[in-house]
């Protein structure tokens, strides 16, 4: 079992705004940065927001990170059928040792 | 822009090894580890361990430890995964990955390789 829990699903319709909770604990989101990863059916995983809430190159600013104590949030704004994809958290665990991913949450744009 | 290619689908026996190859290119190698990520089918994403491309150290997790061996060669610019002692829970799709952007984050994704775990 994963140590990050995500909701499995959300939806909303075109246009409309989602957010994605990652919950974890002190030894991971607590005190290191989080991930957000977007998974496109048949793809690789592609990175969305990294250090909590900085963007790389490229990445549209409809996709926005933020964490607050153990706790972590993916929104996406004005939201695309081209969204429809499944969001993982990932974090560094200081307990573990280990990089560690959240239970994944699949968007479906209505 | 930085890249991993990744070797072909294999498909083994249970109790056999298998080998996955990574080859970088279009990024300064030694400028982040790799680290390897696989995925069941169906399923979330699983971290199975670390390399650093400077030192050789590597950091593998619980789940695979014994089983795994990751290794990496600077000339080619090259990290290969070997998995041992192959399982049916195996069977998934693995990614190389490394992170350039931060050390806590996976911006350059293999495109992954199918391994099947089958009698």
């Known amino acids: 079992q994963s140590v990050l829990t995500q909701p499995p699903s959300v939806s909303a319709a075109p246009g409309q705004r989602v957010t994605i909770s990652c919950s974890g604990g002190?030894?991971?989101?607590?005190?290191?940065?989080v991930a957000w990863y977007q998974q496109l059916p048949g793809t690789a995983p592609k990175l969305l927001i990294y250090d909590n809430d900085k963007r790389p190159s490229g990445i549209p600013d409809r996709f926005s990170g933020s964490k607050s104590g153990t706790s972590a949030t993916l929104g996406i704004t004005g939201l695309q059928t081209g969204d429809e994809a499944d969001y993982y958290c990932g974090t560094w665990d200081s307990s573990l040792s280990a990089q560690v991913f959240g239970t994944g949450t699949k968007v479906t744009v209505l | 822009q930085g890249q991993l290619v990744q070797s072909g689908a294999e498909v083994r026996k249970p109790g056999a090894s298998v080998k996955v190859s990574c080859r970088a290119s279009g990024y300064t190698f030694t400028s982040s580890g790799i680290s390897w990520v696989r995925q069941a089918p169906g399923q979330g994403l699983e971290w199975m361990g670390w390399?650093?491309?400077?030192?050789?150290?590597?950091n593998y997790a619980q789940k695979v430890q014994g089983r795994v061996t990751m290794t990496t060669d600077r000339p080619t610019k090259t990290a290969q995964m070997d998995l041992r002692s192959l399982r049916s829970d195996d069977t998934g799709t693995y990614f190389c990955?490394?992170?350039?952007?931060?050390?806590?984050?996976?911006?350059?994704w293999g495109q992954g390789t199918l391994v099947t775990v089958s009698s």
């Open positions: 002190s030894s991971n989101i607590g005190n290191n940065y």
């Open positions: 390399i650093s491309t400077t030192s050789g150290s590597t």
């Open positions: 990955v490394a992170g350039i952007v931060s050390h806590d984050a996976f911006d350059i």
